[in-house]
């Protein structure tokens, strides 16, 4: 891989390797890691946890584009990507927050605005607790792999992400017009 100046890029992943398919998100955070090591990828910032905190917005790097990778029991299948606006959901607790409650802390916190955020939700069909990864989990993460690879190897992640988000949204609108 050739190395040139790239946009920086802050990766969240979390999720419960106990809880069948919500593994996904571990799962992925191994196969960055590895990635990031092997072709030395010096922009890219990986978080893992079992939970989005509000401390995870010290872990926001200013002028970065944030991703957060997570399994998802809705959605489309192998995986969606979604724009992130920051979105106050604060409640009683604040024992695990949405990646949008995130970035509204992140705004509160750090009076400016939020960098460009999107979730990654790969899809998942079994959460109990002590379930293997289901197959077609296992399918979903082989062709998010694929994404990731082309994501984390790209000059503009930013802008693929973009471009991502308006074919979904023009295919969406295929789909009612059909």
């Known amino acids: ?47 893992e946890d079992f939970q989005l905190q509000p ?40 024992h695990a927050l949405s990646p949008a409650a995130l970035m509204a802390i992140y705004a509160q916190t750090q009076n400016k605005p939020c960098p460009p955020a999107f979730l990654f939700s790969v899809r998942g069909y079994s959460f109990e607790l002590g379930a293997p990864l289901s197959k077609q989990a296992q399918e979903n993460i082989t062709l998010a792999t694929q994404f990731l690879k082309k994501l984390l190897s790209c000059q503009n992640p930013q802008l693929l992400l973009q471009q991502l988000v308006q074919q979904t949204v023009h295919n969406l609108k295929d789909k009612e017009n059909a």
């Open 55 to 94: 401390e995870h917005v010290c872990d926001i790097t200013d002028n970065a584009c944030v991703v957060f990778i997570d399994a998802s029991y809705q959605g489309e299948s192998p995986f969606q990507i979604q724009p992130v606006s920051a979105k106050n959901e604060l409640g009683y607790t604040t």
């Open 1 to 47: 891989m050739e190395k040139t100046a790239q946009q920086a890029l802050n990766l969240f992943t979390w999720g419960n390797p106990s809880r069948g398919d919500d593994a996904i998100g571990p799962v992925l955070h191994e196969f960055i890691k590895q990635f990031i090591c092997r072709f030395d990828l010096g922009h890219i910032q990986l978080v």
